[in-house]
């Protein structure tokens, strides 16, 4: 679309083409001015480049909103430019203009993309970085740099800096997540480890990335992902897990206190039993009292173990059983009893223990 101006910025010539871009014919803007068209929030930019325009004389290219005849608005890109009279002086201003309306919603769109993105980064505390394999470089975003505490600002380090960064004793376990990546084992590389702030303090990062660029024949030259914060995390499992231990230190000091005071109170009862079976001359008496006097026993040096051991849940049976025969043989005159004991090491909870032993005895 051509047209031409006077000093004032008043239409002196149209082309056809401003009928169909903008729905006006030559007699709709011929000795209009130019700035009755355009969009107010343009105006100021508009007025203050003509200014400077006709200070600097030098031709110059400009965007704003052009007002259609049907009232909506259309981006146009124009370049404007001067025709001198005969004693020159300005005669027009000549302006080539285009419509440029589908460029800038493409930008819009883009730039709100762009904004949603920034925002969902922001928001979950993500960043964004950028590996040039072949250069050795590490291109970090903005949310990273204020993560580490550099400002508001994007990040450059070498790769080798970036490893010198990482605690000693995570950089085996990111070097083979990254091997393992690079050699096909995963899909993706990911890998948790702690990373040092610009104060000299520790961060706990979970780092997501996949190769995005190959060169001809095939070898990585680019490696892009993004980079979580998971210092809060990883302090809130560690209290869980400090918490957890201390619930279950507690639990066993208790539960290995009541097998200790079990094991007292038939150890009290067996001495009962065997006081009051001394009372009887008769042997099936004596031998019943003898008998319930073992089963008490039998229990007692279930509780001793369950007192001596961490694991509640699990005792060894052959040591159980070893030391209650070997009671039992002594009670009853190891001299004439022949063992032969072979027994592997099982692990069984208190429920099945205990009748073992009572069948044992």
């Known amino acids: 679309m051509v047209s031409l101006t006077d000093k004032d910025c008043d ?7 401003h009928g169909t871009h903008l729905g006006y014919s030559f007699e709709d803007l011929v000795d ?15 007025k203050n480049l003509y200014s400077e325009f006709l200070q600097t004389l030098e031709p110059v290219t400009l965007e704003c909103r052009f007002r259609h005849s049907n009232g909506h608005y259309v ?3 124009t370049s404007a430019n001067i025709v001198y009279d005969d004693y020159g002086d300005i005669k027009y201003f000549v302006l080539n203009s285009r419509d440029i309306t589908e460029r800038k919603e493409t930008e819009e769109k883009l730039k709100y993309k762009d904004e949603i993105l920034e925002l969902a980064l922001n928001s979950a505390s993500l960043a964004v970085w950028d590996c040039d394999i072949k250069n050795k470089e590490l291109y970090f975003s903005k949310q990273f740099s204020k993560l580490l505490g550099f400002g508001n600002k994007e990040l450059v380090l070498d790769t080798q800096t970036w490893w010198n960064l990482i605690h000693p004793d995570d950089v085996n376990s990111v070097s083979k997540a990254l091997n393992d990546y690079y050699d096909g084992r995963t899909t993706v590389f990911e890998s948790e480890y702690r990373f040092k702030d610009n104060s000299g303090k520790w961060l706990w990062l979970l780092d997501k990335g996949k190769i995005t660029k190959k060169d001809d024949s095939g070898n990585s030259e680019r490696l892009t992902g993004v980079i979580l914060d998971i210092t809060d995390k990883v302090k809130r499992e560690e209290n869980i897990r400090e918490y957890a231990n201390k619930i279950k ?4 000091t ?4 009541l097998h200790h005071r079990i094991k007292n109170n038939l150890q009290v009862i067996s001495s009962l039993l065997n006081l009051q079976s001394e009372k009887f001359e008769d042997e099936d008496v004596v031998e019943a009292f003898k008998d319930t006097q073992n089963r008490v026993i039998s229990m007692s040096f279930l509780h001793q173990k369950l ?20 009671y039992l043989t002594n009670l009853y005159n190891k001299n004439k009893i022949d063992l032969n004991i072979d027994v592997q090491n099982c692990y069984f909870g208190i429920d099945i223990i205990i009748p073992l032993g009572m069948l044992i005895n």
Request: no cysteine; charged share 30%.
């Open 11 to 17: 239409f002196v010539y149209v082309s056809l083409s």
């Open 75 to 77: 981006w146009l890109e």
């Open 249 to 252: 230190d507690s639990k066993i």
């Open 254 to 257: 208790r539960e290995k206190e």
């Open 307 to 326: 007192y001596q051991t961490n694991n509640l849940d699990n005792l060894n049976s052959k040591d159980y059983i070893k030391e209650l025969v070997s």
């Open 32 to 46: 209009r001015n130019i700035f009755d068209f355009i969009h107010p929030d343009d105006l100021d930019y508009i």
